[in-house]
């Protein structure tokens, strides 16, 4: 496994290289710049800034300037916040996004799990076909229009949680909810097939001869088989509730780090986009090698090589 994982993040390091280099010539080749709304700011006062930050040299020389700061753990200043640097507001931020994260993968995984194990155990009947109608809509409906829903219904009708804002335990609710619910459907839908091949398998068939109950079926002989198509969506799940939350955190007023870097991709703020991504990059990368390393852990039948 040891060397495994080693060969896992030194691979990470050309993707984590080609990712930066493909970001900072996008943003260098997008119209505007980060001054470029400064309107009151006289050409010489942006001939200044442009140069306090290096943007008036040539752009591959900002590029190795970039490079070369990136490699020492450096994201630079954000151009949007000046008295801050990007370390620091990743430091600050992230930690929010993440609680919101895993307060949704929760959310996911409780009714996704749910409505999959009461789908496969009662295939073809009313606890089968209402959970995944149910996931179907679940699918069809995305977190921009979910989100103003949820805030109609159970912050300004029934005032039961706040609209917006992060700092009472009710706070957390809808977000939450508004991007879990998503891959939610996704989970039920899966735990519902995995559960129904185990649950076809002969071992399932003896267990069933001796005697054994529903829920011991279930718990002690399917749940770890049927869970591995769960288990392996939840590396790109976890991604996607990160990303997510960049709409979640904008609609709910959320002071995350995707609230930052929708900011700064509106203020051509370069550095924040380059770190945002980049650490989000790293994140994910992390987050997939543990999902294989569970995989391993559940299917004996693979290998780590």
């Not at 020492?72 to 600050?92: C, H, M």
């Not at 804002?165 to 899966?190: C, E, K, N, S």
Request: charged letters at 15%; glycine letters at 8%.
């Amino acid at each position: 496994m040891i060397r495994f994982v080693a060969r896992r993040f030194l691979e990470t390091i050309p993707v984590l290289f080609i990712l930066a280099t493909v970001t900072f010539f996008m943003m260098r080749l997008a119209p505007g710049g980060p001054f470029a709304s400064e309107k009151q700011a006289s050409k010489e006062v942006r001939a200044r800034m442009d140069a306090h930050y290096g943007l008036d040299k040539p752009l591959f020389q900002q590029y190795l300037l970039q490079m070369r700061h990136l490699l020492q753990g450096d994201l630079g200043p954000s151009f949007k916040y000046p008295s801050r640097t990007v370390n620091e507001i990743i430091a600050q931020a992230f930690p929010v996004s993440a609680e919101l994260g895993l307060e949704a993968l929760i959310v996911a995984l409780v009714l996704g799990l749910m409505a999959g194990m009461a789908a496969a155990l009662k295939q073809n009947t009313f606890w089968d076909h209402f959970p995944m109608s149910l996931a179907m809509i679940g699918l069809c409906v995305p977190t921009f229009v979910m989100g103003p829903l949820l805030i109609s219904v159970f912050a300004l009708h029934l005032d039961w949680c706040n609209a917006a804002g992060w700092f009472l335990p009710r706070d957390r609710v809808l977000p939450a909810l508004t991007l879990g619910a998503f891959y939610a459907a996704y989970i039920a839908r899966l735990a519902r097939g995995g559960l129904l091949e185990v649950l076809r398998q002969d071992f399932i068939r003896t267990a069933r001869a001796k005697g054994a109950g529903a829920a011991r079926i279930l718990f002690r002989h399917a749940l770890r088989g049927g869970m591995l198509p769960v288990v392996s969506f939840l590396g790109p799940a976890i991604a996607g509730l990160l990303t997510g939350s960049f709409v979640v955190e904008t609609i709910f007023g959320i002071p995350g780090l995707g609230r930052y870097f929708v900011t700064a991709a509106f203020n051509r703020d370069y550095c924040m986009i380059m770190g945002s991504v980049l650490f989000y990059a790293a994140f994910v990368i992390v987050m997939n090698l543990v999902v294989d390393i569970v995989l391993v852990w559940l299917n004996p039948k693979l290998r780590f090589e």
